[in-house]
């Protein structure tokens, strides 16, 4: 058994739930609901440049996350990327916010939100909402692709289901030890037992098929998928963003299973402003315990990675 296994199981969080925070408050209803959808963003002398601007900076200012992921956050704080991207988003939401400018106090900052990110791994079904910053309601997730190596195109999907918590990975059967610096992780009952989720599809003949899973997902079990249903899958398209409401479900299909080796893109969460919103502000009750489980421990360039 590995320290790490030891050290989940002490925490009482091997295989079960990780709720960072049991008295969060639901963000449902503060902004009107939209479809997904996917929209020309970048075009192509700005993907080059964006692509590039990643592979110089990664080494000197990226972290990683575990030995499959590599992130380099804020990319909004670079003048050369704020001045292609921020007039693009102005255009389509308005006036909006990211977390790096509404973020509080050194814990706040510890979580990442807004990052160009490198990976070759796949993550579970999730949401990416930052719930406990009052007067912030999230908005929109704003995915940007800007390259697949290895084959032509692995979609990202949308399901019809929507979670009104905080971020959240959806494990459910699937026993892990991994403990997340922020979001939730549900693992031990299904979904529609959790007040957050909505929409719980109970059709076997509308639930995600065990043909899809085969297909584009093959990782964890299938059990994991139970309760969701597909609302879209659209491509990875290089310079075309892909937008979706904070509170959808959604994910990466695997495209290591169709020869893909990485992928690169940056992605943001955007906030607005309802003065009215008053969540529950905690963190996480975990605060201490979280300095040896939290995901993004090293910069690329030491050894000492997660």
Same mark, same amino acid.
């Given at each position: 058994?590995?320290?790490?296994t030891e050290e989940a199981k002490q925490l009482g969080i091997y295989g079960k739930?990780?709720?960072?925070?049991?008295?969060?408050?639901?963000?449902?209803?503060?902004?009107?609901?939209?479809?997904?959808?996917?929209?020309?963003?970048?075009?192509?002398?700005?993907?080059?440049?964006?692509?590039?601007?990643?592979?110089?900076?990664?080494?000197?200012?990226?972290?990683?996350?575990?030995?499959?992921?590599?992130?380099?956050?804020?990319?909004?704080?670079?003048?050369?990327?704020?001045?292609?991207?921020?007039?693009?988003?102005?255009?389509?939401?308005?006036?909006?916010?990211?977390?790096?400018?509404?973020?509080?106090?050194?814990?706040?900052?510890?979580?990442?939100?807004?990052?160009?990110?490198?990976?070759?791994?796949?993550?579970?079904?999730?949401?990416?909402?930052?719930?406990?910053?009052?007067?912030?309601?999230?908005?929109?997730?704003?995915?940007?692709?800007?390259?697949?190596?290895?084959?032509?195109?692995?979609?990202?999907?949308?399901?019809?289901?929507?979670?009104?918590?905080?971020g959240a990975r959806f494990k459910y059967s699937h026993v892990d030890e991994v403990?997340?610096?922020?979001?939730?992780?549900?693992?031990?009952?299904? %979904? +529609?037992? !959790?007040?957050?989720?909505? $929409? @719980? /599809?109970?059709?076997?003949?509308?639930?995600?098929? *065990?043909?899809? %899973? +085969?297909? !584009?997902?093959?990782?964890? $079990? @299938? /059990?994991?998928?139970?309760?969701?249903?597909?609302? *879209?899958?659209?491509?990875?398209?290089?310079?075309?963003?892909?937008?979706?409401?904070?509170?959808?479900?959604?994910?990466?299909?695997?495209?290591?299973?169709?020869?893909?080796?990485?992928?690169?893109?940056?992605?943001?969460?955007?906030?607005?402003?309802?003065?009215?919103?008053?969540?529950?502000?905690?963190?996480?009750?975990?605060?201490?315990?979280?300095?040896?489980?939290?995901?993004?421990?090293?910069?690329?360039?030491?050894?000492?990675?997660?």
């Amino acid at each position: 058994m590995s320290d790490r296994t030891e050290e989940a199981k002490q925490l009482g969080i091997y295989g079960k739930d990780l709720i960072h925070n049991p008295q969060d408050k639901s963000f449902e209803g503060y902004i009107k609901e939209e479809n997904a959808y996917q929209i020309d963003f970048l075009d192509n002398t700005e993907i080059e440049f964006c692509k590039k601007f990643y592979y110089d900076k990664a080494t000197k200012n990226g972290l990683q996350l575990h030995k499959s992921h590599f992130f380099l956050k804020y990319p909004l704080a670079f003048p050369e990327l704020k001045e292609i991207i921020v007039p693009k988003l102005n255009k389509l939401f308005g006036e909006w916010f990211t977390y790096n400018s509404i973020a509080k106090n050194e814990q706040d900052l510890q979580q990442t939100a807004d990052f160009y990110f490198w990976q070759s791994g796949i993550f579970a079904p999730h949401t990416d909402a930052i719930i406990h910053i009052p007067g912030f309601v999230p908005f929109k997730d704003v995915l940007i692709p800007l390259e697949l190596e290895g084959c032509d195109n692995a979609p990202y999907y949308t399901f019809n289901q929507r979670w009104y918590g905080r971020g959240a990975r959806f494990k459910y059967s699937h026993v892990d030890e991994v403990f997340t610096l922020y979001s939730d992780v549900i693992r031990e009952k299904t %979904y +529609d037992q !959790y007040s957050f989720f909505k $929409n @719980y /599809e109970s059709d076997p003949n509308k639930m995600v098929s *065990k043909d899809w %899973y +085969d297909e !584009y997902f093959g990782i964890y $079990n @299938y /059990e994991v998928l139970k309760g969701f249903s597909i609302d *879209k899958m659209l491509p990875w398209m290089p310079g075309s963003a892909i937008v979706t409401d904070s509170s959808v479900i959604h994910g990466a299909t695997n495209y290591k299973l169709k020869g893909g080796k990485y992928k690169l893109g940056i992605t943001l969460r955007l906030f607005k402003n309802i003065p009215e919103y008053n969540p529950s502000t905690v963190f996480s009750r975990y605060s201490q315990e979280l300095q040896k489980f939290k995901e993004f421990n090293a910069d690329p360039r030491s050894t000492n990675y997660a």
